[in-house]
């Protein structure tokens, strides 16, 4: 079955805004050279990012940019063709476009996911066909969740088999980066209820991407809904299990998911950090009751900025520290050492601390900016606002309360059920 084109964005979506695509470096892909990539990258996204969200203008040349570059292959290893990074160097990535755009990255979640996932497991024909359309340039996508099911996490999509191939019926939702990749990964069941795993081009007949994604934060990332009408699907893109349920990786790379969301609150709070000096220096005003002349000789307005600095940096020392432990986890299922489930156990943990207490730093960071800016800092026109909705979006993936339970009794009570099920961390 030949492959099909990439997707094109819907005419209705005007490109206006246009972001600089990264300068291809071709393959064979050179580490060095993509992880150089990404500050030209994040330049672009820069430019004209308050207009993409004032107008929900859907950054597709973000992601031409990420192809050209070869981002995507990051975490392929040398020995399967790729640049062999690591998770490190990913969230090093994510921090950077996250500091210019959060979106981007987050739209990127399910790919890096994907990745992160299919060189830990067997070289299967089904993996390493996955393994070349990542080397190929090419974005993956797709969704799990269902709305209006009696619980999170419950699949109703049905792959039931027509002949020689099946047909693919459903609807999902929190379809994160779907618009923009040419691949999706969706969860369904198949005829016996038994969890499977489809991955079929995203132009693909029957399937259809909607922009209805109507949270207040991460607007542009397309987080809404998959609709998937009869969708024809050949027998070599079903992984006849669950991506969830492939042992010690799937526990690792549910930790990875979640790091993701917090390397993408990282960038943010340097994001805010920056506008805010930027108010500061061009349109602040020192405070009524102050003697200095300017906002930036302003005792206070210094105080606030110094603070938020310094909850920049912490932020970040965590999300980096905790990607290492991550990664030496992945080193440890690759080596099957002996010690595996421990050292996958600890990512988990650290992740799950990380996110905890990022989730406050940062939060309070996105209120703070305004102590420093004032009233005027919440113009519309200025969009300031959007770095709070944005984290407030992001941390309200997981109940936080639940995860500071789970950590809370593997410290007093040695439980580790949740980080086993892969599901909470």
């Known amino acids: 079955m030949a492959e099909e084109s990439i997707v094109e964005a819907p005419d209705s979506v005007a490109r206006t805004g246009a972001i600089p695509a990264a300068s291809s470096t071709h393959g064979p892909w050179v580490r060095e050279r993509i992880l150089a990539s990404v500050v030209e990258q994040a330049h672009g996204l820069q430019q004209g990012v308050r207009e993409r969200e004032r107008e929900r203008i859907l950054p597709y040349e973000a992601f031409d940019a990420v192809r050209s570059s070869g981002l995507g292959t990051l975490l392929v290893p040398v020995a399967y063709g790729g640049p062999g990074g690591s998770l490190e160097d990913v969230t090093q990535a994510i921090l950077t476009l996250a500091a210019a755009d959060s979106n981007v990255p987050h739209a990127l979640r399910l790919h890096f996911n994907v990745s992160a996932l299919w060189r830990l497991l067997p070289p299967t024909p089904f993996i390493q066909r996955q393994v070349e359309r990542i080397l190929a340039g090419k974005l993956f996508g797709g969704a799990s969740t269902e709305q209006g099911t009696a619980k999170p996490g419950l699949v109703t999509t049905q792959l039931r088999r027509e002949g020689e191939h099946y047909r693919l019926?459903?609807?999902?939702?929190?379809?994160?980066?779907?618009?923009?990749?040419?691949?999706?990964?969706?969860?369904a069941v198949d005829a016996d209820e038994k969890p499977v795993t489809v991955i079929v081009p995203?132009?693909?007949?029957?399937?259809?991407?909607?922009?209805?994604?109507?949270?207040?934060?991460?607007?542009?990332?397309?987080?809404?809904?998959?609709?998937?009408?009869?969708v024809r699907v050949e027998e070599a893109e079903v992984l006849h299990e669950s991506t969830l349920n492939l042992g010690l990786a799937s526990r690792h790379v549910s930790a990875w998911r979640q790091l993701i969301l917090v390397a993408t609150a990282a960038g943010i709070v340097r994001a805010l950090v920056r506008e805010t000096q930027d108010y500061v220096r061009t349109r602040g005003r020192a405070a009524l009751h102050s003697s200095a002349d300017s906002a930036r000789e302003d005792p206070f307005v210094q105080h606030v900025i110094g603070d938020i600095a310094a909850h920049s940096h912490a932020i970040d020392v965590l999300v980096l520290d905790a990607a290492r432990a991550l990664e030496r986890g992945a080193q440890a299922i690759v080596r099957k050492a002996s010690d595996a489930e421990d050292v996958v156990l600890q990512g988990g943990l650290a992740t799950a601390k990380t996110?905890?207490?990022?989730?406050?730093?940062?939060?309070?960071?996105?209120?703070?900016?305004?102590?420093?800016?004032?009233?005027s800092a919440?113009?519309?026109?200025?969009?300031?606002?959007?770095?709070?909705?944005?984290?407030?979006?992001?941390?309200?993936?997981?109940?936080?309360?639940?995860?500071?339970r789970v950590v809370g009794d593997y410290h007093l009570n040695g439980t580790t059920t949740q980080f086993e099920q892969g599901r909470v961390f």
């Open 169 to 187: 019926q459903g609807r999902k939702f929190y379809s994160t980066g779907t618009a923009y990749a040419d691949y999706a990964s969706i969860s």
């Open 378 to 404: 919440t113009s519309s026109h200025l969009l300031l606002d959007r770095h709070w909705r944005n984290l407030r979006t992001i941390f309200s993936h997981n109940p936080l309360t639940h995860k500071a």
């Open 202 to 230: 995203v132009q693909r007949e029957g399937l259809e991407v909607v922009d209805d994604w109507d949270g207040f934060g991460q607007r542009l990332t397309a987080s809404g809904s998959l609709l998937l009408n009869d």
């Open 355 to 375: 996110q905890l207490i990022v989730s406050k730093l940062a939060l309070y960071a996105g209120q703070q900016l305004f102590e420093a800016g004032g009233a």
